[in-house]
């Protein structure tokens, strides 16, 4: 007497989720990466305010004004670069680190619906990056304004255009993890797709000036300019002779990227052998 075979149950997208995290965690370099960069990102606000710190130590407080936001002391532009550049690279290698060890095979077989598998690699991704740029972000300003306290030049989270720089802070992380991502996915190959992520997201802007409205426009549809202006807290000036970028333009830059990014990967995985 025969049995019929039992059919496996299809995995669930909690399943994935699951797996993910599973491969996410189990890498050393994860904490290792995780932990040196927030250091160093933290330390980057705390060198930038010890240098206002040190710039206001010949004013008095009679004659100082009102404290108001020193964006860049909390959030400085060597240390998000910083960020950009990490977070970028590891969303790439944690898909092109699966194409060459070639476990991206038995994934598939695992599990044939292969859009499923980018999303629950995206899911994963954006939850733990938003997390960690929460806690960066966050930490950066503390430290900062901690430093700024000693000369009465700090600022409560509450003061005008800290709330904004903060949470374009947090999720300047995840949005270049997922732009990685998904440029690990159309690239499969680990130097390129490092690479071709590093040039997009730091190298690409700066062949776009902003004197010109055409060169402009292109320069303020890259996340680092969107971010360079959520985070200033002062409009143009009217001297200027350069375009600068809106803030609802710059917050639909950090939406359209990884949106873009995670829709082409799930459209290309589907349509390709692995």
């Not at 927030?38 to 404290?67: C, E, K, W």
């Not at 194409?99 to 859009?115: D, E, H």
Request: glycine letters at 6%.
């Amino acid at each position: 007497m025969t049995t019929a075979p039992v059919a496996e149950p299809l995995a669930r997208f909690r399943d994935l989720l699951a797996s993910e995290w599973i491969k996410m965690r189990s890498l050393r370099s994860t904490p290792w990466t995780i932990a040196l960069t927030t250091l160093f990102v933290i330390g980057s606000a705390a060198a930038a305010a010890l240098a206002d710190y040190n710039n206001l130590a010949g004013s008095s407080p009679s004659t100082r004004q009102p404290p108001d936001f020193l964006p860049f002391d909390a959030y400085p532009t060597a240390g998000y670069w910083t960020l950009m550049l990490v977070t970028g690279s590891i969303g790439a290698i944690t898909v092109v680190s699966e194409y060459s060890s070639g476990l991206i095979r038995t994934t598939t077989v695992a599990v044939p619906a292969r859009g499923s598998v980018v999303l629950a690699k995206a899911v994963v991704v954006a939850a733990l990056w938003t997390a960690v740029g929460t806690v960066i972000a966050t930490g950066s300003f503390l430290v900062s304004q901690a430093i700024l306290n000693g000369r009465h030049a700090g600022v409560p989270i509450t003061h005008p255009g800290v709330l904004r720089a903060l949470v374009a802070s947090a999720l300047l992380a995840p949005v270049c993890a997922l732009i990685g991502l998904g440029l690990g996915v159309l690239i499969r190959h680990s130097s390129a797709t490092v690479v071709t992520t590093v040039f997009t997201l730091l190298m690409l802007p700066t062949l776009f000036s902003q004197s010109k409205h055409w060169s402009a426009d292109i320069n303020h549809a890259m996340v680092i300019s969107a971010w360079r202006r959520l985070v200033q807290n002062w409009g143009p000036s009217p001297e200027s002779h350069v375009f600068t970028a809106t803030v609802p333009g710059s917050w639909i830059v950090y939406a359209l990227w990884p949106l873009v990014a995670v829709v082409l990967a799930v459209v290309v995985v589907r349509r390709r052998d692995v």
